[in-house]
């Protein structure tokens, strides 16, 4: 499985910002994907995943109400919608996909990773 990030950006504070991750295989209907961000010297912190159906999905509590993932499985695309966007979401965001593991939120429980796309927040 390959993944590719794209559509990061500089938004001003309070402004949008959606991220797409495409996927490469015939298998993106069985995966669950997820989002992560890091800035420089600090761990890489779960944002948002989302089941293989797109029924489910979890989110990181800094992104709550204000972040929404979403997939399009005949696409092979996953979304990272952003919205009321703060200079503490300025950081590189990564998309990740797993077929099966027990957690969600930890990067252990992603086994394929994309590059990161730079979303830079101004206040």
């Known amino acids: 499985v390959q993944l590719q990030a794209f559509g990061g950006g500089l938004v001003q504070a309070g402004g949008s910002l959606r991220l797409s991750c495409a996927a490469s295989?015939?298998?993106?209907?069985?995966?669950?994907m997820g989002w992560f961000r890091q800035i420089p010297g600090k761990e890489r912190e779960f944002v948002a995943a989302?089941?293989?159906?797109?029924?489910?999905?979890d989110y990181g509590d800094s992104v709550k109400g204000r972040f929404t993932i979403s997939r399009d499985n005949a696409k092979n695309t996953v979304w990272l919608q952003m919205n009321t966007l703060k200079p503490e979401d300025t950081a590189v965001y990564y998309c990740?996909?797993?077929?099966?593991?027990?957690?969600?939120?930890?990067?252990?429980?992603?086994?394929?990773w994309g590059q990161g796309t730079l979303v830079t927040v101004s206040s």
């Open positions: 990740a996909a797993t077929y099966y593991s027990r957690g969600w939120s930890d990067v252990r429980d992603y086994k394929y």
């Open positions: 295989g015939h298998t993106f209907s069985r995966l669950r």
């Open positions: 989302i089941s293989w159906s797109g029924t489910s999905t």
